[in-house]
Protein backbone atom coordinates (compact mmCIF):
# COMPACT_ATOMS: atom_id res chain seq x y z
CA UNK A 1 0.00 0.00 0.00
CA UNK A 2 1.15 3.64 -0.16
CA UNK A 3 1.67 3.94 3.63
CA UNK A 4 1.54 1.95 6.88
CA UNK A 5 -1.87 1.22 8.04
CA UNK A 6 -3.08 0.56 11.80
CA UNK A 7 -6.48 -0.88 12.31
CA UNK A 8 -8.51 0.22 14.64
CA UNK A 9 -7.54 3.56 14.87
CA UNK A 10 -9.11 3.83 18.13
CA UNK A 11 -10.49 0.80 20.47
CA UNK A 12 -11.91 1.35 24.07
CA UNK A 13 -11.61 -1.98 26.15
CA UNK A 14 -12.18 -3.36 29.47
CA UNK A 15 -9.45 -4.13 31.74
CA UNK A 16 -8.83 -7.71 31.85
CA UNK A 17 -9.86 -8.20 28.25
CA UNK A 18 -7.20 -9.30 25.23
CA UNK A 19 -6.63 -6.68 22.25
CA UNK A 20 -5.00 -6.98 19.20
CA UNK A 21 -3.71 -4.49 17.04
CA UNK A 22 -3.33 -4.79 13.06
CA UNK A 23 -0.40 -3.00 11.66
CA UNK A 24 0.00 -3.14 7.48
CA UNK A 25 3.37 -2.17 6.84
CA UNK A 26 4.51 -0.67 3.53
CA UNK A 27 4.72 -3.56 0.58
CA UNK A 28 8.08 -4.37 -0.09
CA UNK A 29 9.44 -2.95 3.57
CA UNK A 30 11.06 -5.94 5.43
CA UNK A 31 11.60 -3.94 8.90
CA UNK A 32 8.94 -3.75 11.16
CA UNK A 33 8.93 -2.19 14.44
CA UNK A 34 5.81 -1.44 16.76
CA UNK A 35 6.32 1.32 19.35
CA UNK A 36 3.81 2.95 21.89
CA UNK A 37 3.73 6.68 23.23
CA UNK A 38 2.04 6.92 26.94
CA UNK A 39 0.56 10.49 27.66
CA UNK A 40 3.68 13.16 27.80
CA UNK A 41 5.91 10.64 27.26
CA UNK A 42 8.29 9.51 24.26
CA UNK A 43 8.37 6.96 21.76
CA UNK A 44 9.23 3.28 23.82
CA UNK A 45 10.15 0.62 21.47
CA UNK A 46 8.46 -2.48 22.32
CA UNK A 47 9.62 -4.99 19.25
CA UNK A 48 11.44 -4.56 15.57
CA UNK A 49 10.69 -7.56 13.10
CA UNK A 50 12.94 -8.80 9.77
CA UNK A 51 11.04 -10.56 7.91
CA UNK A 52 9.24 -13.16 10.33
CA UNK A 53 11.77 -13.20 12.37
CA UNK A 54 11.86 -11.23 15.95
CA UNK A 55 15.61 -10.16 16.39
CA UNK A 56 14.70 -7.32 19.18
CA UNK A 57 11.98 -8.18 21.68
CA UNK A 58 13.76 -6.67 24.34
CA UNK A 59 11.12 -3.79 24.72
CA UNK A 60 7.93 -5.93 25.25
CA UNK A 61 6.85 -4.74 29.02
CA UNK A 62 5.68 -8.08 30.25
CA UNK A 63 4.62 -11.61 29.38
CA UNK A 64 1.07 -10.28 28.35
CA UNK A 65 2.14 -8.68 25.16
CA UNK A 66 3.22 -10.71 22.35
CA UNK A 67 2.99 -9.70 18.22
CA UNK A 68 3.89 -12.00 15.15
CA UNK A 69 4.52 -10.95 11.75
CA UNK A 70 3.09 -13.31 8.98
CA UNK A 71 4.19 -13.63 5.22
CA UNK A 72 6.69 -11.28 6.04
CA UNK A 73 3.73 -8.18 5.92
CA UNK A 74 1.05 -7.96 8.34
CA UNK A 75 1.92 -8.03 11.93
CA UNK A 76 -0.58 -8.22 15.06
CA UNK A 77 0.67 -6.87 18.47
CA UNK A 78 -1.44 -8.40 21.36
CA UNK A 79 -1.91 -7.61 24.78
CA UNK A 80 -3.50 -9.83 26.77
CA UNK A 81 -5.49 -9.32 30.21
CA UNK A 82 -5.15 -5.18 29.78
CA UNK A 83 -4.40 -3.44 32.57
CA UNK A 84 -4.91 0.70 32.53
CA UNK A 85 -1.11 1.10 32.28
CA UNK A 86 -1.56 -0.08 28.82
CA UNK A 87 -3.65 2.52 27.81
CA UNK A 88 -1.39 4.47 24.91
CA UNK A 89 -1.26 5.03 20.88
CA UNK A 90 0.81 1.94 19.40
CA UNK A 91 2.66 2.94 16.74
CA UNK A 92 3.83 0.94 13.81
CA UNK A 93 6.72 1.46 11.24
CA UNK A 94 8.24 -0.02 8.77
CA UNK A 95 11.49 0.62 6.68
CA UNK A 96 14.01 -1.18 4.12
CA UNK A 97 15.87 -3.27 5.81
CA UNK A 98 19.56 -0.07 5.61
CA UNK A 99 16.78 2.41 6.15
CA UNK A 100 16.79 4.29 9.24
CA UNK A 101 13.98 6.46 8.51
CA UNK A 102 11.14 4.50 9.23
CA UNK A 103 7.77 5.20 8.02
CA UNK A 104 5.26 5.47 10.72
CA UNK A 105 1.43 4.81 10.81
CA UNK A 106 -0.82 6.91 12.39
CA UNK A 107 -1.48 4.43 15.63
CA UNK A 108 -4.06 3.22 17.35
CA UNK A 109 -5.14 4.79 20.37
CA UNK A 110 -5.88 1.92 23.20
CA UNK A 111 -7.68 2.84 26.43
CA UNK A 112 -8.44 0.42 29.17
CA UNK A 113 -11.06 1.31 31.19
CA UNK B 1 17.25 5.74 32.01
CA UNK B 2 16.85 8.02 29.53
CA UNK B 3 19.38 7.61 26.89
CA UNK B 4 18.10 10.37 24.92
CA UNK B 5 17.03 13.57 26.43
CA UNK B 6 15.26 16.89 24.88
CA UNK B 7 15.20 18.70 27.97
CA UNK B 8 12.95 21.52 26.26
CA UNK B 9 9.33 20.51 26.26
CA UNK B 10 8.29 23.07 24.15
CA UNK B 11 9.69 26.33 22.03
CA UNK B 12 7.65 29.14 21.03
CA UNK B 13 9.80 31.16 17.91
CA UNK B 14 8.35 33.80 15.55
CA UNK B 15 7.54 33.19 12.30
CA UNK B 16 10.24 33.93 10.14
CA UNK B 17 13.02 33.51 12.17
CA UNK B 18 15.40 30.61 13.79
CA UNK B 19 13.98 27.81 15.59
CA UNK B 20 16.65 25.93 17.78
CA UNK B 21 15.99 22.00 19.06
CA UNK B 22 18.26 20.36 20.95
CA UNK B 23 18.97 16.79 21.89
CA UNK B 24 21.89 15.54 24.09
CA UNK B 25 22.32 11.45 24.36
CA UNK B 26 24.02 9.59 26.89
CA UNK B 27 25.20 5.98 24.90
CA UNK B 28 28.46 6.17 22.91
CA UNK B 29 27.40 3.48 21.02
CA UNK B 30 25.08 5.78 19.30
CA UNK B 31 26.40 6.64 16.24
CA UNK B 32 23.39 7.58 14.02
CA UNK B 33 20.88 10.18 14.70
CA UNK B 34 17.84 11.22 13.33
CA UNK B 35 14.69 13.61 13.54
CA UNK B 36 10.92 13.28 13.09
CA UNK B 37 7.92 15.74 13.29
CA UNK B 38 4.71 15.13 14.49
CA UNK B 39 1.03 16.18 13.86
CA UNK B 40 -1.50 15.90 15.95
CA UNK B 41 -3.31 12.37 15.23
CA UNK B 42 -0.22 10.99 12.68
CA UNK B 43 2.63 8.86 13.41
CA UNK B 44 5.93 10.66 13.32
CA UNK B 45 7.58 11.52 9.94
CA UNK B 46 10.91 11.24 9.29
CA UNK B 47 12.68 14.64 8.25
CA UNK B 48 16.20 14.61 8.30
CA UNK B 49 19.49 12.56 9.40
CA UNK B 50 23.48 12.42 10.44
CA UNK B 51 25.93 10.20 10.83
CA UNK B 52 28.58 10.18 13.06
CA UNK B 53 31.10 10.84 10.72
CA UNK B 54 29.80 13.86 9.43
CA UNK B 55 28.71 17.25 12.04
CA UNK B 56 26.23 18.78 9.56
CA UNK B 57 23.93 18.08 7.12
CA UNK B 58 21.72 20.05 5.70
CA UNK B 59 18.26 19.74 3.69
CA UNK B 60 16.56 22.81 2.67
CA UNK B 61 15.33 25.24 5.60
CA UNK B 62 16.39 22.10 8.11
CA UNK B 63 20.20 21.71 9.26
CA UNK B 64 21.48 18.84 11.53
CA UNK B 65 24.64 19.71 13.80
CA UNK B 66 26.17 16.90 15.81
CA UNK B 67 29.12 17.61 18.41
CA UNK B 68 30.18 14.08 19.22
CA UNK B 69 32.81 15.10 22.14
CA UNK B 70 29.37 16.86 23.90
CA UNK B 71 27.26 13.97 23.14
CA UNK B 72 24.59 16.74 21.66
CA UNK B 73 22.86 17.68 18.57
CA UNK B 74 20.43 19.95 17.26
CA UNK B 75 17.71 20.93 14.88
CA UNK B 76 17.88 23.84 13.32
CA UNK B 77 15.18 25.53 11.23
CA UNK B 78 15.46 28.48 9.32
CA UNK B 79 13.27 30.75 8.37
CA UNK B 80 10.51 29.13 10.79
CA UNK B 81 7.17 28.67 9.30
CA UNK B 82 3.57 28.17 10.82
CA UNK B 83 3.22 24.75 9.11
CA UNK B 84 6.73 23.81 11.34
CA UNK B 85 4.25 23.94 14.13
CA UNK B 86 4.50 19.88 15.42
CA UNK B 87 6.20 18.04 18.22
CA UNK B 88 9.83 17.20 16.88
CA UNK B 89 11.58 13.66 18.27
CA UNK B 90 15.35 12.70 17.90
CA UNK B 91 16.49 9.68 17.92
CA UNK B 92 19.05 7.05 17.75
CA UNK B 93 20.87 4.09 16.75
CA UNK B 94 24.05 2.10 16.31
CA UNK B 95 24.88 2.47 13.22
CA UNK B 96 25.31 -1.50 11.83
CA UNK B 97 24.51 -1.18 8.19
CA UNK B 98 20.92 -2.73 8.86
CA UNK B 99 17.66 -0.77 10.32
CA UNK B 100 17.14 -1.81 13.89
CA UNK B 101 15.56 0.07 17.15
CA UNK B 102 15.80 3.74 17.41
CA UNK B 103 15.76 5.08 20.79
CA UNK B 104 13.89 8.27 20.63
CA UNK B 105 13.59 11.50 23.39
CA UNK B 106 10.39 12.92 24.67
CA UNK B 107 10.18 15.68 21.94
CA UNK B 108 10.22 18.62 21.99
CA UNK B 109 6.54 21.11 21.07
CA UNK B 110 7.37 23.54 18.66
CA UNK B 111 5.02 26.72 17.92
CA UNK B 112 5.87 28.99 14.92
CA UNK B 113 3.90 32.28 15.39
CA UNK B 114 2.82 34.47 13.44
Redesign the interface.
Known sequence: GAG?SQSPSNKVTEKGKDVELRCDPISGHT?L?W?RQSL??????LI?F?GNSA??KS?LPSDRFSAERTGGSVSTLTIQRTQQEDSAVY?C?S?????????????TRLTVV | DQQVKQNSPSLSVQEGRISILNCDYTNSMFDYFLWYKKYPAEGPTFLISISSIKDKNEDGRFTVFLNKSAKHLSLHIVPSQPGDSAVYFCAASPFTGTASKLTFGTGTRLQVTL
Open positions: VAYYGQGLEFYQPDGLASLPWDYGYTFGSG
